[in-house]
């Protein structure tokens, strides 16, 4: 955001350019991830488990198949809902971002397309990880609600895909905090020029 805009903020604004000291949506963003993954991977376990089914009575884990994609299901509404948090936050946390000038990512991208991009992208995201919670509930409640198999290979496929998505969106992210700085205090007391080890 424009310098001017960001001293109305005041003495609010600490040296990691946020009224707050560890900024928010870089914790977030690995419940959105790591959540969608666990309900994609759960439900893979849950269509493949008459094939691994000797292997859990070898190791004597008591699984059952509902009980793999019950946990695909809940992990995916829990994705759904957070993602409205990581997607407000970074929204929150962009506004206040003074990037690094005169840096190119390792993709070559200028701090402003990485950030554009990002933010198309995690909005995007979140859409599409609605439409697989509504879809996946379809499944659930009504189209396989008395089949052994709970999801379709439709829905792995394109949980898949989005793993993809996921990816790039992430690695933007990370070129926002490692490369143009946004919001690591070592990085923004250099750009003051001030020595980040004599704080
Ligand atoms: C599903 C949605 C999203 C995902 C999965 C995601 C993922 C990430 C990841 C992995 C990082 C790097 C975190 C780190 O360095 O530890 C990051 C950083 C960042 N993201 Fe996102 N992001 C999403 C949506 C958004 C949106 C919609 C915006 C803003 C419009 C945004 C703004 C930022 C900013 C400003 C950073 C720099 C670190 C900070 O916030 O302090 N993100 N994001």
């Known amino acids: 955001m424009n310098p001017d805009l960001l001293e109305q903020m005041g003495n609010q604004i600490g040296f990691n350019g946020l009224p707050y000291i560890v900024p928010i949506h870089p914790n977030l963003v690995h ?3 790591g959540l969608f993954i666990a309900a994609i991977a759960f439900d893979i376990v849950g269509v493949l488990f008459p094939v691994e089914k000797a292997v859990f009575r070898y190791l004597a884990i ?7 994609f019950d946990v695909g299901w809940y992990n995916l509404v829990a994705a759904a809902i957070i993602t409205f948090f990581t997607v407000a936050s970074g929204f929150y946390e962009i506004m206040l971002a003074v990037p690094v000038a005169g840096v190119r990512s390792a993709w070559g991208l200028e701090a402003l397309e ?23 509930g379809f499944q659930r409640f009504r189209w396989r609600k008395d089949m052994a198999r709970q999801v379709q290979w439709s829905y792995l496929g394109v949980g898949l895909l989005i793993f993809l998505l996921m990816f790039l969106q992430g690695t ?28």
Not at 62 to 68: I, W
Not at 119 to 126: A, C, E, I, M, R
Not at 172 to 197: C, K, S
Request: neutral net charge.
């Open 62 to 68: 008591p699984v059952t198949r509902s009980g793999l």
């Open 172 to 199: 933007l992210g990370a070129h926002l905090g490692g490369e143009f700085g946004v919001h690591v205090t070592a990085d923004q007391l250099l750009r003051l020029g001030e020595n980040p080890n004599q704080l």
């Open 31 to 33: 419940l959105t991830l």
């Open 114 to 136: 990485t950030m554009l991009w990002h933010g198309v992208g995690g909005v995007f995201l979140l859409a599409l990880i609605v439409l697989m919670t509504v879809w996946r």
